[in-house]
């Protein structure tokens, strides 16, 4: 025993030594662990952080228009009295416009391609043209606009243009959110539908439809507020900077109730006029679109804020 | 599908029942939904080859006056001055430097994140942090060129007392900013995507989540990842109002983040704005310029859609 005992110590030690050099190991790895968390958090909370200074720089900047007036003023030549008016009575048109063209298209696109397109190259086509299209810069969209409605079709730097534009760019996320939500129906659904005799659009539009309402509508509202904060193909297709008037309204008094003068209206939106306002060398101008800013940061992340909370609700709500 | 004509054939007497009229209304009516639908889902197509025919049509007239040539080699870019030159070099070179300034901010910091949210987040920090990530992605850019332009900038010239008003650093430090979130979505997935079974194996070896993170989880997901720096890369090349705020608007052959230059995007911008005949060869020079963005967001496009298709591992 003695013998192995002595011809082991140096051994011992070793392990020992070793044992030390493990545990050392372990605490640096750890401390590793630690230190990426705190960097990970770090990376995060720089999103956040962008997001909260992002939105205090504008309204310590804009602050001074927050008032009724700067809602109800046309743009001016002086600062002070400038207003956004026109501004945001174009993009409320233009929205309406985007709506009623993007959504049913989108919709209906959406429906088909879940539940009608047989598979093969030609539903291929369709599906690749559909995910790329969502990756154009959104100026391409402008530059298309600016040929095919402005000149083509002759529409005109018009509302109408405007709308039909931005319907065209949220076109794909109407369609991927239509699909997304189709697709978590489950099949059940649909054959408990056949069985009792229905027809294949009778199944998608009382039940496959109904039940992915609420993905549908979560896509369509992160799509518009996309739409309401697009600049670049606004400028493209020729956005007014300067309109002191607002469009014939849609809504008559007297019979048939509706016209569509506006449609041909010059238009300016939102961002276009904080695009113009920050464009200029003036500082007192700065803060007008500092203003503008704040108003469209907070209706576009209550519109997204929205859409996300929809979601959430819906995801925890649904139970097959 | 075919139970009108099915049905038709073993009845002996030609007169249609009722019911088998009403089978046939339904079955149209059928058709004409399909094929509307089917128009619809055709948009996206007729979308596509809209924006190709268009950049390509616009173009061919440019290039019926400017050679190609020069176009490419031809470093100076001043299509509306009387002494015209048409290389379009310094608006690319002017892109390409933006896109890299946001990248190097972007691609770090998205990774990190996207690492974190996968690997050492727990369930309620996710849910908590990606919705803000979603709304971060929400802000219209216009915004961001004013935070750019009047926030960043001179915060910057306090650091480097020599920047001008309009840089690309700060435009493209923004650019980054707003990428950040997009790139971590993406890679989080693939991330995610990776199997427990490994994360598990990893642990049983007594590595720790950083090694698992790193050694394990990363490279079973790079294709992924990649696929979101690609991806990331095609947005920062297509951005436009960041740029067009707070880059400057002179077309300048130059790889130097502290000077001022413009995009392709930013001078698209700004033609637009002014009044511009139809036709003049400006007006064609924008289409030009859009084909060459057209075709740089394309390739990146393709290439990211690529390696996500090609290498996504079948686990």
């Not at chain 1, 590793?32 to 705190?38: C, H, K, L, R, V």
């Not at chain 1, 002070?80 to 063209?101: D, E, K, P, R």
């Not at chain 2, 001179?154 to 920047?163: A, E, G, N, S, T």
């Not at chain 2, 001008?164 to 979130?181: D, H, Y």
């Amino acid at each position: 025993m003695t013998t192995d005992a002595l011809s082991e110590s140096p051994k011992q030690a070793s392990v020992l030594k070793n044992l030390d050099a493990v545990r050392a190991m372990i605490k640096r790895h750890k401390l590793n662990d630690y230190i990426f968390s705190a960097i990970g958090l770090l990376a995060l909370m720089l999103a956040l952080l962008t997001l909260i200074t992002l939105f205090t720089d504008l309204v310590i900047d804009g602050h001074e228009r927050f008032n009724l007036d700067f809602l109800s003023n046309f743009p001016s030549r002086r600062a002070v009295n400038a207003g956004i008016l026109s501004a945001w009575v174009g993009s409320a048109l233009i929205m309406l416009i985007t709506f009623i063209t993007a959504v049913p298209m989108g919709v209906a696109a959406g429906l088909y391609l879940e539940e009608y397109a047989p598979k093969n190259w030609f539903s291929d086509l369709i599906e690749i043209n559909v995910t790329n299209l969502a990756g154009v810069p959104s100026i391409i969209y402008g530059l298309l606009a600016l040929s095919l409605f402005v000149y083509i079709f002759g529409l005109g730097s018009s509302i109408l243009t405007a709308g039909l534009t931005l319907g065209l760019l949220i076109l794909p996320i109407v369609i991927v959110s239509t699909r997304e939500s189709i697709r978590a129906i489950p099949a059940a659904i649909r054959e408990a539908a056949y069985a009792v005799g229905a027809t294949k659009w009778q199944v998608v539009y009382d039940h496959v439809l109904k039940y992915s309402y609420g993905g549908i509508l979560t896509g369509v509202i992160i799509g518009m507020a996309r739409a309401l904060g697009e600049t670049a193909p606004l400028v493209t297709i020729g956005a007014a900077t300067y309109i002191a008037y607002l469009p014939t309204s849609p809504i008559s008094s007297t019979p048939p109730f509706l016209n569509f003068e506006w449609l041909s209206s010059d238009f300016t939106a939102m961002p276009i006029q904080m695009f113009n306002w920050l464009s200029r060398p003036d500082h007192a101008f700065h803060i007008n679109a500092a203003a503008t800013g704040a108003l469209i940061i907070v209706v576009t992340l209550l519109m997204n804020g929205t859409a996300i909370y929809l979601r959430y609700k819906i995801r925890k709500n649904i139970k097959w | 599908m075919n139970t009108a004509t099915t049905m038709l054939t073993p009845s002996i007497d030609l007169t249609i029942s009722p019911r088998l009229a009403k089978n046939v209304r339904r079955n149209i009516k059928e058709r004409i939904i399909e094929f509307i639908l089917m128009l619809a889902a055709l948009s996206a197509v007729a979308t596509t080859l809209s924006i190709v025919g268009v950049l390509l049509y616009e173009s061919l007239s440019f290039f019926k006056t400017v050679s190609v040539v020069d176009f490419f080699t031809d470093t100076q870019w001043t299509p509306l001055f009387e002494d015209a030159h048409y290389g379009i070099m310094p608006l690319v070179s002017g892109t390409l430097t933006t896109s890299a300034v946001a990248l190097a901010l972007a691609i770090p910091v998205g990774t990190i994140a996207a690492i974190y949210l996968s690997e050492f987040a727990s369930h309620k920090t996710r849910e908590i942090v990606k919705p803000i990530l979603e709304l971060l992605v929400g802000v219209p850019t216009i915004v961001f060129g004013y935070f750019a332009l009047l926030f960043l900038t001179p915060i910057l010239q306090k650091i480097f007392p020599d920047l001008p008003g309009f840089n690309m650093l700060s435009a493209g430090l923004v650019m980054g900013i707003m990428i950040v979130p997009y790139i971590a979505s993406v890679a989080e997935d693939a991330m995610r995507a990776v199997p427990m079974s490994m994360r598990e194996g990893s642990y049983a070896m007594g590595a720790t989540r950083f090694q698992t993170a790193v050694r394990v989880v990363t490279p079973a997901a790079i294709s992924g990842i990649v696929a979101a720096y690609i991806l990331g890369i095609s947005r920062a090349v297509g951005e436009t109002m960041v740029v067009a705020v707070a880059a400057g608007l002179e077309p300048k052959l130059s790889f130097n983040p502290t000077e001022s230059a413009a995009t392709i995007t930013s001078y698209i911008v700004q033609v637009t704005q002014g009044d511009l005949p139809h036709g003049s060869i400006g007006y064609q020079s924008i289409f030009a310029a859009g084909l060459v963005l057209m075709a740089m967001t394309l390739c990146f496009n393709v290439i990211g859609h690529l390696i996500r298709k090609k290498y996504r591992e079948h686990y």
